[in-house]
């Protein structure tokens, strides 16, 4: 679960750092020669990548892996893990979370997480014209 969440947060940081760069690079091209060093994006990766691991670490012991009666287990806090439930999510209303907008114990939340989605594409082309 570890991976996943710092992927998650590594690929849109990395994004950011290489936008920026490109911005340099475009807006300011005769600073960009001197700012835009391979060893400078070497720095920045480097560092987000420590900072998006060292925040994340709480998840090796507040997520744990849940069996439940029906469905595929889950990687859940708790239900009494006071960290995650209360602290960490201290303000769930501004936070576009599908789990509160449908109400912890509801189906339709229950549905979301465990449906399977299948997109059919059919593509034609005319070129007769």
């Not at 600073?31 to 480097?46: E, M």
Request: charged share 15%; net charge neutral.
């Amino acid at each position: 679960m570890l991976l996943i969440v710092v992927a998650l947060h590594l690929s849109a940081w990395l994004i950011v750092v290489v936008s920026a760069d490109r911005f340099v690079a475009v807006w300011m091209p005769l600073k960009a020669i001197r700012l835009c060093t391979p060893r400078r994006a070497l720095l920045a990766c480097a560092t987000i990548t420590v900072v998006i691991v060292a925040a994340n670490l709480h998840v090796l012991w507040t997520i744990h892996l849940i069996r439940y009666d029906e469905g595929p287990p889950r990687c859940v806090p708790l239900p009494d893990d006071w960290f995650m439930n209360v602290a960490f999510n201290w303000k769930p209303e501004q936070s576009f979370d599908v789990q509160y907008h449908a109400g912890r114990s509801s189906t339709l939340y229950q549905q979301l997480c465990d449906a399977t989605v299948t997109v059919d594409v059919t593509l034609t082309l005319d070129l007769s014209t």
